[in-house]
Every structure is written in C-alpha cells, then in structure tokens.
C-alpha cells in the first residue's frame, strides 16, 4: 500500500485532495486484489465499482489542474496537460483489459499496474509537475483553492 503521508505536498490544497483520493482508490483496489489471489469471485464487482471510482476520479483530478492552469495561464500547461493525456490512455487499457478479461491472469496484471505504474507515475507526476504547477499557481493569486 502506498502511504499518502509519506508523499510530498504541493501548495494548493485541492491538489493534494485529489493526490489523497487518487492513493486511496489505488490502495482498495491492491486490497481487493490480495483477496482476488484466493477469491476473485468474491471481489470482481468490487474491483470493477473501485476501478470505476478511480477512472472518474482521476478524469475530475486532471479536469480540475487543467482548469486552473488554463486560468492562472501557467507556462507549462500543454505539456502537463499531454502527460495526463498519455496517463490517461494507459490507465483506460489497462481499465479495458480487465472488463474483457476478468480472469487471474488480468487480476495480476492489474495488481502490477496498480502497485507499480499507477503509484510509481503518480509520485513522480507530483514531485516534478505537480508541485512546478502548484507553486505557480499559488504565486499567481491560487493560494485560496
């Protein structure tokens, strides 16, 4: 599980709500999967509402930065916008690959992407972009979001 307070914080508290949000969902979804391992049966809907859950709240997470970085018109707003794009198309493969499935094999896959992909991209994301955007922002009058 991925320990949201060991994650650095960025200056604008929307965005570290969302990264929060963001780590929980993944955790659940890690969690059922260790359930998976002796039960998929069990667990299947619930992987499928928690990975619902994090594909709506990871689209509403990038809507939000987006929307800000459009207003504060922050430099770099095309490039961070392109890696949430490029995020997104791996996380939505990765969302259909288990609908098509729904078998171990896609459960172990999954449980990769989740422990290792996800978390590992979204660490980085946050300590480079993440926290460049939040400072700007903040700097620019977005200190109250």
Known sequence: MTDFDCIPQVDL???NTEHRKAFDDANEIKRLLQIAKTDLTSV???IDRQLDRLLADTLNHFYLEEKYMEEYQFPARARHKQAHQQFLQEMKAEYSH????HNRAA???L???VSEDFSQWLVNH??????????YISRHG???L
Request: charge should be negative.
């Open 126 to 135: 946050i300590v480079t972009m993440d926290t460049v955007t939040a400072s």
């Open 98 to 101: 288990w609908q098509s499935e």
């Open 44 to 46: 299947e809907n619930s």
């Open 13 to 15: 508290e929307f965005m």
């Open 111 to 113: 449980e990769h992407y």
């Open 142 to 144: 977005g200190s109250a």
């Open 107 to 109: 459960a172990e896959r």
